[in-house]
């Protein structure tokens, strides 16, 4: 079957993170005409987002010596030229007309990966996790952006049901998880999460990908997300952005990386249509000197790690 698809925790902001009305407000634009939480691409296509409802420009890191922090990750002196976690992956999905990608990245591919991975189990016997366990139980049918933090933390206490057993609500967000629904997603139950400080981030994704855990990341996007590189990957390589060019936060998943490409590799939620068969380069510039306020190429919002 074709699938389309509180924790208290003490953070420190960089930069910022704006809701709608104060970002517009800051740039003496009307909200109205910012693109709200809608990506739209070079031929006018419409891809929906929604982390958090905010257009964030600045790095969200964990508070040193936080015990949600990740420390004194121990970095091998030779990782691999390329590692890749995408086979451990259900099938690319679609998040349709939604603000659901934190749901997406975090149940849907982050868990199921996560689950994949420690039963070894490839694609074709994989188990898939449904955002709606999840994105319904948060928003309650306001169907809005989400924050990365709740949307773990909902793992770590529940886990998500089956695809099967709780199918993607493509057009709402109101169904809730029945007694049955819930007792399946016992069986997934997450064991943690972590949030990276932002320091050696290049070195620390790397090595917690050959370790077999996968990254959640937010991301603001500008025009240039998804384009064609030199070569011929669809990417976000380094340049100028502009805040008034981004168009929102948007949560993925990163799987993989290659040195040759100087990328990571990221799942995003927007069907196999997009990217390259639903996946995107993105350029470890993105993930360097984070809190450099003079950094030209400040996309990444926030990292954290899941683990089972």
Partial sequence: MRRFLIF???????????????????????????????????DGEEYWMGCENSYCYGFLGGVPESFKTLQNLSIPENLPASFDLSIFLPEVGNQGRLGSCTAWATAYYGRSLLYNFGQGSARTQSVSLSPSY???QITKGQCK????I????????EGASEWEVFPY???????????????NASNFKMKDYLILSGENMVAEVKTLLTQGKPIVVAMGLDPEFGKK???????????????????????????GY??????????????EGWGDQGFVWV????????FDLQNPFRVLCQALVVMN
């Fill in 283 to 290: 350029d470890y510039a993105a993930f360097e000197n984070v």
């Fill in 258 to 271: 290659s040195d040759q490409y100087n990328a990571f590799k990221l799942v995003n939620s927007w069907g």
């Fill in 150 to 157: 709740q949307s773990l933390q909902l793992l770590v206490d």
């Fill in 169 to 183: 609500q493509a057009t709402g967000c109101n169904l809730q998880p029945t007694a049955e629904q819930r007792d």
């Fill in 229 to 255: 590189d030199e070569r011929g990957l669809s990417a976000y390589r380094p340049h100028q952005v502009k805040k008034e060019q981004i168009y929102g936060a948007h949560a993925m998943l990163v799987v």
């Fill in 134 to 136: 999840i994105y319904n």
């Fill in 8 to 42: 208290p925790v003490f953070l420190f902001l960089i930069s910022g993170c704006f809701e709608k009305n104060e970002f517009a407000t800051a740039l003496g634009t009307d909200p109205l005409t910012q693109n709200g939480e809608v990506f739209i691409a070079e």
């Fill in 145 to 148: 952006g989400t924050s990365i």
